[in-house]
């Protein structure tokens, strides 16, 4: 590790770029936070998605300590460079879903979101974020080599939604109501199939509808 204090001295073009050192740092540590959660970024791709199978044991839990909590409005943007501002997405459910092609338990639930897309249509929108640093290459890549009918390939390479929530694990997936208020949030796998999470998402979507 290297230590800047104010007695280092350093060229003109470094000390403006510190900042960024300091952005790419922090992102780090919330990285090296997601691999100890069961994301590990250093392994290859293919072993990766070896781990992700259905046999893996969901860790995450519901947990409503930020109800009330705002979605950020963050900018994002998808392989072909259309454009999507989260603040503008008041109107009805979402479910944000902040994954990475590295994460291993983020793999095993993107068919999972996928299902519960297709289940629930228009009533609650599943919107996954990916959290890769790599560019749009790789996700591109990712889709192209899997069958799913209702996800889209959303970028947030600067992971701002990640450092916006407060979070360090992936994946972190968020239900937000149609005013655009937080209502529970899981931070790690979750089993998106089982009878806890339908019965939580249609508590939400069902409110909605009854407002």
């Known amino acids: 590790m290297i230590a800047l204090g104010?007695?280092?001295n350093l060229p003109?073009?470094?000390a403006l770029e510190l900042p960024m050192f300091v952005r790419f740092s922090l992102t780090l540590v919330l990285t090296l936070a997601a691999a100890v959660g069961g994301c590990d970024r250093g392994a290859p791709d293919a072993a990766q998605e070896t781990t992700a199978s259905p046999a893996t044991t969901a860790g995450g839990t519901i947990d409503t300590g930020m109800a009330g909590e705002l979605m950020p409005a963050v900018a994002l943007t998808d392989p072909t460079g259309a454009q999507l501002n989260?603040?503008?997405l008041q109107g009805g459910?979402?479910?944000l879903n902040l994954w990475a092609?590295?994460?291993a338990p983020c793999v095993k639930e993107m068919p999972l979101l996928d299902d519960l897309a297709g289940e629930y249509g228009d009533r609650l929108r599943v919107l996954t974020v990916s959290q890769d640093m790599g560019g749009a290459d790789k996700v591109a890549a990712f889709f192209a080599q899997r069958d799913f009918a209702r996800l889209e390939p959303w970028l947030d390479p600067?992971?701002?939604l990640l450092f916006a929530l407060g979070s360090s694990d992936l994946p972190t997936t968020v239900l937000y109501d149609a005013q655009g208020r937080e209502v529970w949030r899981v931070s790690g796998d979750y089993?998106?199939?089982s009878?806890?999470?339908r019965a939580a998402i249609e508590e939400a979507v069902v409110s909605e509808t009854d407002i």
Do not use: N
Request: aromatic share 8%.
């Open 93 to 95: 459910p979402v479910l």
């Open 101 to 103: 092609t590295w994460c």
């Open 86 to 88: 989260t603040g503008a």
């Open 191 to 193: 089993d998106w199939a």
């Open 195 to 197: 009878e806890e999470a």
């Open 6 to 8: 104010p007695s280092a």
């Open 12 to 14: 003109p073009h470094i």
């Open 158 to 160: 600067d992971t701002e």
